[in-house]
Structure formats: C-alpha cells, structure tokens
C-alpha cells in the first residue's frame, strides 16, 4: 500500500522510510518509529492500517536498510546500542515530522519499543508535533525527563514486561504527574511485543486490538 521515500534532515542529511497515505488531501499525520528489529513489515503494516484510518503515516529507517530477524536478539542489541537515540530523534525523525507537516496541521509520533522511547524524547524535543502515542518504550531521564514532556502523551505497557518494567512505567507515571503532565497510562496483562502480531510468542490480539482503539481514539482527539 505504501512506498518508499527519501526526505531531509533538518541538517540537510538524507533520510528513507516507509510513507503510507490516507488518500485524501490535508489529511493529519503520524510518525511510526520501529523497534529494534528495523523497519519490518509488520511496522509497514501498522503504517498501512494509520492510512486506512484516514491518517498519513511515515516510518522512518533508523537503521538505514539493516532488519534483524526477529530470532536474533544479539543482533538488535547491537544494533539499538549502535543508534544515537538523540541525533535518531532531533534530526531523523524529527526531518519526518517536517516532511509530513509540509501537507498536514498536526502530526502525532508513536512507536514501539525502541520506538516507544524514541516516542518520549520526541515528546520532550520535537516543537512540530501536537500528540504521542509510546508502546512498552521509556528512555532513561538523562535522554528525556518526564517533566520536559511538551504534548498530550498517550502510553501502552505491558505488566509481564521484563524491559520496560511495571515499576518503571509507574516511576514515569508519578513523574508526570508531580510535573503536573496529564497522564494517559494504560497496562496490559501481556507481554511486552504485544501489539506485534508476526511474533506468536508474545502477540495478544485482544490487547492489540483494545490498545489500537485507545489509540485511534486518542488521534481523534487531538490530531483530528
């Protein structure tokens, strides 16, 4: 349904992701950040469902062609540890968000894992945006503060996750809140990968499919 495309920089680098559109003009926008698999077809796919939701939806390569097997956790590992979570968020993605705000009034940022924390630092430093949607992601407070959280956020975690623990997303929830941030926290009882429907070993479809609502509902509230 989608294409690949290239697009700049704010420091007039070149960039590549996946574009799905929703077909029709002006439509609002979303970012989708992969997880530390690449961009998979599975994060296509969630683009493609974004578009025929009515949304243009752009994933932005953040491994520049590189897609681990899902098998491979060594191989992610190395990969995520080799990304500048900072230089991926202020000028990748953030060159997305100004490529889609070319024809859309507001643009949302989600992503998944690696995305989900690419998702926050995003809320935190990127001025475009009007909305963000975390899966089962925190960035450490050093890369981004709860406090410094500039747009509505919305978050999907799940409680059988040994990476982005529940006491983690309730040290981030406490955050906001002492910040004065409202919150829009919600827990699965799943396992972290959830949403992702080519991976039977943690997929729960009844928590993808409540969390997909939450989350369209959550666009339609502040991205139109």
Sequence with gaps: MGTKITFKR??????????????????????????WWGLQDQIKGICDRFALAG????????????VVPYHDRDVAGKEMGSLNFLDATEQT?????????????????????????VTIIGACKIPELSAGVCFYGIPPDAVAK???????????FALRDDWCTPAAVDKLEAAMKAAGKKTELYRYEADHGFVNEQRPDSHDRACAELAWERTLGFWRQHLG
């Excluded at 992701?17 to 989708?32: F, S």
């Excluded at 643009?107 to 924390?117: D, P, R």
């Excluded at 709860?146 to 999907?156: E, R, S, V, W």
Aim: net charge positive; hydrophobic share 40%.
């Design 10 to 35: 704010p420091d007039g680098k070149e960039a590549s992701g996946y574009l799905a559109k929703a077909g029709r003009a002006n439509a609002p926008a979303i970012v989708v950040i992969q997880e």
């Design 55 to 66: 949304y243009d939806a752009l994933s932005p390569d953040l491994y520049n062609g590189v």
């Design 93 to 117: 993605v953030r060159g997305a968000v100004q490529y889609l705000k070319k024809n859309a009034v507001k643009v949302g940022l989600t992503g998944f894992c690696m995305g989900g924390a």
């Design 146 to 156: 709860p406090a410094d959280i500039k747009i509505p956020l919305q978050g999907h």
